[in-house]
C-alpha cells in the first residue's frame, strides 16, 4: 500500500482511540453509565457480499456520535453548533426532543465492470473515489426526526481509493484492478443534507418486547456531490426494538451519518427493518463526471427516478451493536455496456458505546 495511505490509516486509529488516562495521568475515574457514554460506529458496505463488482463497489466510514442531551445547552456546543441548531429549521429542542451531534471520516469508490481492463471505458461507470468528512446534527422524539450535515471532502487521486482497493484485492487474492489512472480528477466536495422522518404507526414495548412501527420520511441533498430528493417508507419489527428510528448505514453525502436511537439498548435486542425508497437523482459526480475541470469521463445517461429497498437485521446488546444492511435496486439507474442487470451491496456496521 502507498505510504500516504498507511499514514492515513494511522492517524484513523490514532482519532478513534478514546482517552482513558484521567487529568493526573494515572488516576483511575469512576466510569461513566452507559447513557453518558459516546457512541463509537465502523461501517464497511461493498458489493462484494452479494458477489458482484460494479458501480458502487466499496465503502467504509469510522464515526462519533454523541451521547443524548436533552437541550443544545446541555450539550455546551461550540458557537459553530448553537448558530447551526438556532437557524435549521425542526432541530428545536422543546418538548421531549433529544439532540445529537455525530462526526465521522468516510471514502466511497465507483469502478465498471472490467477492472482488468487498463483503457477508458466510456460506457460504463467512471473509475472514482470520494473521501470526506461529514458533520451532523440532529433532535428527534419516538414520532418524528430532523436531522441536517455538511459534507466536505475530495474526488481523484488524494482520496486514496486505488491504494485501498489494490491492497484489499490483494489480501483477499481477487483480480488486480488496472484502470485507476484513468479516474476522475481531483477536485473538492461539499454537500447539505436535510432528513424528515415521522412515525405513522407503533406498536409493542420498545426496548423489552415485541415492537413494531412504520414511519415515512423525506431526504434531500445539494452539492456537487451529489443533488437528490428521496421518499421512504420504513418498517421495523422484533424483539427490543429501541425508540426512534432506522439507520440505513447510507454513504455520507448520499445519506446522513446519525445515530437515531434513544437510550442504550437492553440485554438482548434483535430486530428487524424493510425501507422501500424512491429516489429522484439531479446530480452525481460519479455519474456526471468532474464538475470544474475537463472531465476524463464523458459521464452515463442515467434515470431521473430510481426505486430500491433496504433490508436490514439488528442486533444489541448494553454497549454493543451489529447491523447488516443489504441494498437492493431492481434496475440499473443508468444506462450501461456491462451485462450486469441490477445494483446492489451489503453493509456490516459495529457499534461500541466507550
Request: one cysteine or more; a negative charge; hydrophobic letters at 40%.
Amino acid at each position: 500500500m502507498h505510504r500516504r495511505a498507511l499514514v492515513l490509516i494511522g492517524a484513523m486509529m490514532v482519532l478513534a482511540l478514546p482517552s482513558t488516562v484521567g487529568a493526573e495521568g494515572d488516576e483511575e475515574k469512576t466510569p461513566k453509565p452507559l447513557e453518558e457514554r459516546n457512541l463509537w460506529r465502523l461501517e464497511w458496505a461493498n458489493d462484494a457480499f452479494v458477489r458482484v463488482d460494479n458501480a458502487f463497489t466499496n465503502g467504509w466510514s469510522i464515526q462519533r456520535h454523541s451521547h443524548q442531551h436533552d437541550s443544545w445547552q446541555e450539550m455546551d456546543p461550540s458557537k459553530f453548533s448553537a448558530w447551526i441548531s438556532r437557524t435549521i429549521p425542526g432541530l428545536g429542542d422543546g418538548g421531549d426532543r433529544i439532540v445529537k451531534r455525530g462526526s465521522g471520516l468516510s471514502q466511497v469508490m465507483m469502478t465498471p465492470e472490467d477492472i482488468e481492463n487498463p483503457d477508458p471505458q466510456p460506457g460504463d461507470v467512471p473509475w472514482a473515489g470520494a473521501l470526506g468528512w461529514a458533520e451532523s446534527w440532529y433532535a428527534f422524539d419516538n414520532q418524528r426526526l430532523n436531522a441536517f450535515q455538511i459534507y466536505a471532502g475530495i474526488l481523484g487521486p488524494y482520496s486514496f481509493a486505488e491504494e485501498f482497493q489494490i491492497q484489499i484485492h490483494d489480501w483477499i487474492n481477487a483480480d488486480q484492478p488496472l484502470g485507476w489512472d484513468n479516474q476522475l480528477k481531483t477536485e473538492p466536495l461539499l454537500n447539505l443534507n436535510y432528513a424528515y422522518k415521522r412515525k405513522i404507526f407503533t406498536y409493542g414495548t420498545y426496548k423489552s418486547g415485541f415492537a413494531s412501527d412504520v414511519a415515512i420520511g423525506g431526504e434531500g441533498g445539494l452539492g456537487n456531490f451529489m443533488t437528490f430528493a428521496r421518499g421512504s417508507l420504513e418498517w421495523r419489527f422484533g424483539w427490543g426494538v429501541p425508540r426512534g428510528f432506522i439507520n440505513t448505514a447510507d454513504p455520507a453525502g448520499y445519506g446522513i451519518t446519525f445515530n437515531p436511537q434513544e437510550g442504550v439498548p437492553g440485554r438482548f435486542c434483535i430486530y428487524f427493518s424493510i425501507v422501500a425508497r424512491i429516489s429522484a437523482m439531479a446530480y452525481t459526480v460519479f455519474w456526471d463526471g468532474n464538475t470544474f475541470t475537463e472531465s476524463p469521463h464523458p459521464g452515463l445517461p442515467y434515470d431521473t427516478v430510481n426505486r430500491g429497498a433496504v433490508f436490514g437485521l439488528h442486533v444489541a446488546s448494553g454497549r454493543f451493536s451489529a447491523h447488516l444492511n443489504f441494498y437492493s435496486y431492481s434496475e440499473l439507474p443508468f444506462e450501461s455496456v456491462n451485462p450486469v442487470t441490477d445494483l446492489s451491496w451489503g453493509n456490516i456496521t459495529l457499534e461500541y458505546r466507550f
